[in-house]
Antibody
Framework: QVQLQESGPGLVKPSETLSLTCTVS????????WSWIRQPPGKGLEWIGY???????NYNPSLKSRVTISVDTSKNQFSLKLSSVTAADTAVYYC????????????????????????WGQGTLVTVSS | QSALTQPRSVSGSPGQSVTISCTGT?????????VSWYQQHPGKAPKLMIY???KRPSGVPDRFSGSKSGNTASLTISGLQAEDEADYYC????????????FGGGTKLTVL
């Protein structure tokens, strides 16, 4: 059974960089897409971005200038960095898995994510405060 | 403001059926068959209940079903049970040049 576990500081100062890591156990990080999703207290879900095990990324345009997602396949981990944080970035941060789809386009197969999240971490609350 | 519109709350009695709507546009819900639904109990992570509009993951009861008409997707829960009380979120692909993935604002289901 695949399990995801977020880790990182629970408190970050304004203007600093939020850093979180998601460790995948019970399965390989390879051949899947991996996302970060956040949920401000009492509010809805917001997709932050995803990374393929090969390293290709896609980010939410509203956060793109501040977000970096990276992967370390040797450790079965992927990470999130969000820079210049403010109180509006206070949220529970989840990591989640997306399966890979294969589209046959112009004589070859192209990889892309399936647009649903089948495994989630338990979430970690990050508070931005001085 | 969320990209997809859901009712803030719905309710039903045990054994009844309820339907939660999720309204988007032709650029997201209406344009692709990539709608998913998540159940979230307080303090817990979301759980995938429906994907690709109407498919159920293994282990999800067949009381949960999904459908789509035009720009509106729906989650129907039949034979309501007390443990179904939770928040429900819809999610849709929105095109690779926009948000890629967008969520609804969530619906609180109360089992009376």
């Amino acid at each position: 059974q695949v399990q995801l576990q977020e880790s990182g500081p629970g408190l970050v100062k304004p203007s600093e960089t939020l850093s979180l890591t998601c460790t995948v156990s019970g399965g390989s990080i390879s051949s899947y897409y991996w996302s970060w999703i956040r949920q401000p207290p009492g509010k809805g879900l917001e997709w932050i971005g995803y990374i393929y095990y090969s390293g290709s990324t896609n980010y939410n345009p509203s956060l793109k200038s501040r977000v970096t997602i990276s992967v370390d396949t040797s450790k079965n981990q992927f990470s999130l960095k969000l820079s210049s944080v403010t109180a509006a970035d206070t949220a529970v941060y989840y990591c989640a898995r997306q399966r890979t789809r294969y589209d046959y386009v112009w004589g070859s197969y192209q990889e892309g994510p399936k647009y649903y999240f089948d495994y989630w971490g338990q979430g970690t609350l990050v508070t931005v405060s001085s | 403001q969320s990209a997809l519109t859901q009712p803030r709350s719905v309710s039903g009695s045990p054994g009844q059926s309820v339907t939660i709507s999720c309204t988007g546009t032709s650029s997201d819900v209406g344009g692709y068959n990539y709608v998913s639904w998540y159940q979230q109990h307080p303090g817990k992570a979301p759980k995938l209940m429906i994907y690709d509009v109407s498919k159920r993951p293994s282990g999800v009861p067949d009381r949960f079903s999904g459908s789509k008409s035009g720009n509106t997707a729906s989650l129907t829960i039949s034979g309501l049970q007390a443990e179904d009380e939770a928040d429900y979120y819809c999610c849709s692909y929105a095109g690779s040049y926009t948000f890629d993935v967008v969520f609804g604002g969530g619906t609180k289901l109360t089992v009376l």
